[in-house]
């Protein structure tokens, strides 16, 4: 009975953090652009260095400031969001 419990509380730890990391996955990354290499970028974040790979990297030149978020790279900051609109 124990080791049951044991191992349901393991899969359980295991499950929240692989969920935790995928909302972690989803945040953009912003940062000047120091290697390409086709479709793959490695970004200068005020951190670290960060390789991403994006679907379309046509108009985008090393030193480019960028905004990587879902795969879609942008000239400049990050996309606002946008507020909810009441009554709907």
Same mark, same amino acid.
């Given at each position: 009975m124990k080791t049951k419990r044991i191992i349901?509380?393991? +899969?359980? +730890?295991?499950?929240t953090l692989g969920v935790v990391s995928l909302a972690f996955a989803a945040e953009p990354v912003m940062g000047k652009i120091t290697k390409m290499d086709g479709?793959?970028?490695?970004?200068?974040?005020?951190?670290?260095?960060?390789? +991403?790979e994006v679907?379309?990297?046509?108009?985008?030149? +090393?030193g480019d400031e960028v905004t990587v978020k879902d795969g879609m790279?942008?000239?400049?900051e990050a996309p606002k969001k946008k507020k909810a609109v009441e009554g709907c």
């Open positions: 349901a509380l393991l +899969v359980a +730890v295991i499950f479709n793959k970028l490695t970004i200068k974040t005020k951190d670290k260095d960060v390789t +991403v679907k379309s990297a046509k108009d985008l030149k +090393v790279a942008t000239n400049g």
